[in-house]
């Protein structure tokens, strides 16, 4: 499977929106990007392989593999990305403002119904993140 992230940027926050075959699944949240600076920066546009990760603290969530310089980049729940994102991507149900959003377990709920029985039948799924056009690109 193949999904596609379509990024707004602004500098205190990108909101994306992420398909599958050109349906739209929820939107996200991330920090703005500061050149790929761990903790601070959103990662960079590229395409990337997902897998299911738990961990006590989000339990049921993604991880993103070989992101070039970065580790531990999930998908996981974050209505806030200033303050509450280190680099990685929350799914949100609604955009409030450039970075903030709302119902994000939800929508990470939703992205797991979608994508865990494809995982489990071991299939591979891949994320591509683009700009939108007319955005600027990283």
Known sequence: MELLLIRTYDVVGINGTLYNCEKSICHTIELPWKENQKM????????????????????????????????????????????ELKG??????????????????K??????SIIYPLLDQKEKIYLTIKSKPNNETH
Do not use: Q
């Not at 990337?48 to 310089?69: D, Q, S, T």
């Not at 929508?107 to 797991?112: D, R, T, V, Y």
């Open 40 to 83: 601070i920066s959103c990662i960079p546009e590229g395409r990337y392989e997902i897998v299911k990760r738990y961990n006590a603290k989000f339990k049921w969530h993604f991880i993103l593999m070989n992101v070039p310089n970065r580790s531990f980049i999930l998908i996981h729940p974050a209505n806030d990305a200033l303050k």
């Open 88 to 105: 990685c991507i929350a799914p949100v149900l609604v955009l409030a403002a450039a970075g903030k959003g709302y119902e994000s377990k």
């Open 107 to 112: 929508a990470l709920k939703s992205l797991i």
